[in-house]
């Protein structure tokens, strides 16, 4: 029977949506055969059956398959998705507000190009007040550094008695800390003495008086200067600050203070090198990322909000959004701000190149026809926000590296994990459903199907590490959001904001890493020295001599290990090569009724094998052996 003629498409019924009837294949292919049979009265012999590997699976396997084939084919007729704004009058009034006072296409452009001149320049403005201080007064221009430098390297990165790290007092310096140093923290273990401190900041010291003054405020000078600054209350974390540090030399009995939501560590001996803050040196200077995000905040909205154009808008936005993660919400770490404008412009082209493809495969679908303006600005670049200041949102959460060690030891790492992952997982669900309405879900499966086939030969590289940076993340899912849905809007925001955060703060790295460049300074789990009960001689301050504790050593050393280092309170002490060593090694006792404390590690051609945990010489002359493991 042939289809009814005459009747147009508004007086059809309303279509019903089905999927495939696997059934009439079957039915249609048993017809054919039966009439090929009786075609011929000629005599004719039988055809051998065709081969099908399919008959030896089983019927009911082959019926799931058959129906799990449907289901992904989606249902019949196919149905794209499309958002109808929600207040249609209010969300298109800008919209319609353009095209009565500037109704022709080239006054359009001339007002677009007026408008990237007042975002450039008033961006521009604000952002030169924030990079560049004044001079503070009697010590010039301060020293840009960032939230992790120090005034002393870890192990033996000093060298012998910190020869390296000199001078230790009489010195100052001008300083200025960005915004939002309080945050960063340790993400390798950390020696303090016996202590091996790990996931917190690096704040050794602090008050020493009631009052909590500044001029009784010391810390070691392996402590982060920034967050020092901020736990002295010498600067503000939210704009950062300037003023001037000065080293003051030997300092013992480094007490813990819980200031400003920070905890500093404790430390009951002595440390040759420290530094202060000095009163009345605090400049005004301030880091602006706050006024500038919210110059940005604003310029990004006004262009949601007046802009249709899908290509307009998304180049705009990615490159005003690239430029204020690159120069101010997350720069990199660099002293140097023309360092800072030069990276920036470096990472941008193949940057550009990377949206290009993304918006011609992604962002175009979901955004073309699209008339929901307030829906838009909310979800897509709302979420394009969130994601672009992932130092302020998801870096919040206790995953900064999903490595097993960092999983296993980082507090609130596995609830975290969990959560990401069942989050993930039903996201994917309602994105797997909404594309096969559409029809595209096979085509999909085999996107995905290819990456996870890539990401697994990946993990198959000998002595590599897989690691799926944020920017990465943001290339592999963004895929999954080419369709006009709301939730689609918010999910391909956040992942192209996660792709500009991780290009423009860390650059393209490696999604396959070495195992030293993902340890970093890290113990390497290399062989560790068997030091024996030392010999302690404790009452010699009756003839005038300070105590002393010697070492014996076992020799020869282990393959690959040639000389012996020893750290005394985190200062290297003792550094010689077996061919040049003696038989023991005497300590003498540097300040009385202090404990001391001893680190050893092997010397491996020019550099060092991992240290022992600390062995106490207590204050009280007694001996206490150090624990198992790498410090």
Same mark, same amino acid.
Not at 169 to 176: A, I, K, L, V, Y
């Given at each position: ?62 019926? !799931? ?70 001079? !503070? ?50 993400? =390798? ?217 960092? !999983? ?92 500009? =955060? ?32 030392? !010999? ?96």
């Amino acid at each position: 029977m042939g289809p009814r003629d005459g009747i147009d498409d508004e007086g059809a019924p309303p279509q019903a949506y089905h999927d495939d009837d696997v059934a009439s294949t079957h039915t249609t292919e048993s017809a054919v055969l039966i009439a090929n049979s009786e075609a011929s009265d000629e005599e004719h012999y039988s055809a051998q059956e065709p081969y099908f590997a399919s008959q030896y699976i089983p019927p009911r396997l082959q019926r !799931i398959w058959n129906i799990v084939v449907v289901w992904v084919k989606g249902p019949q007729p196919l149905r794209p998705w499309k958002i109808h704004p929600f207040f249609p009058e209010i969300q298109t009034a800008p919209i319609r507000f353009l095209d009565t006072y500037f109704p022709k296409k080239k006054q359009k452009v001339l007002l677009l190009i007026f408008f990237y001149a007042c975002w450039l320049l008033t961006f521009g403005l604000v952002l030169h007040r924030s990079a560049f201080a004044a001079d !503070i007064p009697g010590y010039g221009s301060p020293v840009r550094i960032t939230c992790s430098d120090r005034f002393w390297n870890d192990g033996n990165g000093c060298g012998l008695n910190g020869d390296l790290c000199r001078p230790f007092e009489n010195t100052s310096m001008p300083f200025r800390c960005p915004a939002n140093c309080k945050r960063v923290q340790l993400h =390798n273990p950390h020696a303090v003495g016996d202590q091996n401190v790990n996931y917190r900041p690096l704040i050794v010291g602090g008050p020493t008086d009631e009052k909590e003054t500044l001029e009784n405020t010391y810390y070691r000078a392996d402590s982060f200067i920034c967050g020092a600054a901020i736990h002295a209350g010498f600067i503000n974390d939210a704009s950062g600050g300037c003023g001037v540090v000065a080293q003051i030399g030997e300092k013992s009995n480094y007490p813990s203070v819980n200031r400003r939501h920070m905890k500093s560590i404790a430390f009951d001996s002595y440390f040759p090198r420290s530094f202060s803050f000095l009163p009345g040196t605090a400049a005004k200077c301030r880091d602006l990322r706050w006024p500038l995000l919210g110059v940005s905040l604003a310029y990004t909205i006004l262009l949601s909000l007046f802009t249709t154009s899908p290509s307009v808008f998304f180049y705009s936005i990615f490159l005003g959004i690239f430029f204020h993660v690159a120069l101010a919400s997350d720069p990199p770490n660099l002293t140097d701000y023309y360092a800072i404008i030069s990276i920036a412009l470096e990472r941008l082209l193949p940057a550009s190149f990377c949206m290009y493809a993304v918006y011609r495969f992604a962002v175009r679908r979901t955004l073309t026809g699209l008339d929901a303006q307030i829906e838009k600005t909310i979800l897509w670049l709302g979420g394009c926000w969130i994601g672009a200041l992932n130092n302020y949102t998801f870096d919040n959460l206790p995953l900064d590296r999903l490595t097993p060690h960092d !999983i296993k030891n980082q507090p609130g790492a596995i609830p975290a994990l969990i959560s990401v992952v069942l989050t993930l997982f039903f996201i994917a669900i309602g994105q797997v459903w909404a594309f096969r309405v559409e029809g595209r879900l096979p085509r999909y499966l085999a996107i995905y199907a290819g990456l996870v086939a890539g990401i697994l030969a990946l993990v198959a590289v000998p002595k590599m590490n897989v690691r799926i940076h944020h920017y990465i993340l943001g290339l592999l899912l963004v895929a999954g959001t080419s369709m006009q849905t709301r939730p689609s809007l918010l999910y391909q925001g956040i992942l192209i904001g996660l792709f500009i =955060n991780g290009i423009a703060r860390w650059g393209f790295a490696s999604i396959l890493e070495t195992p030293d460049a993902l340890r970093g300074d890290a113990p390497v789990g290399s062989l560790l020295p068997l030091i024996t009960a030392p !010999i302690i001689h404790n009452n010699l301050h009756v003839h005038g001599l300070m105590a002393n504790i010697t070492f014996d050593w076992h020799f020869p050393f282990p393959k690959h290990y040639d000389g012996m280092s020893i750290l005394v309170n985190d200062v290297e002490r003792y550094h010689e090569y077996e061919d040049s060593m003696g038989e023991s090694w005497t300590w003498v006792r540097h300040m009385e009724d202090v404990n001391e404390y001893f680190r050893f590690g092997y010397l491996e051609g020019g550099g060092t094998a991992d240290y022992t945990k600390a062995g106490v010489w207590r204050a009280d002359g007694g001996w206490t052996t150090m624990k198992d493991g790498p410090s």
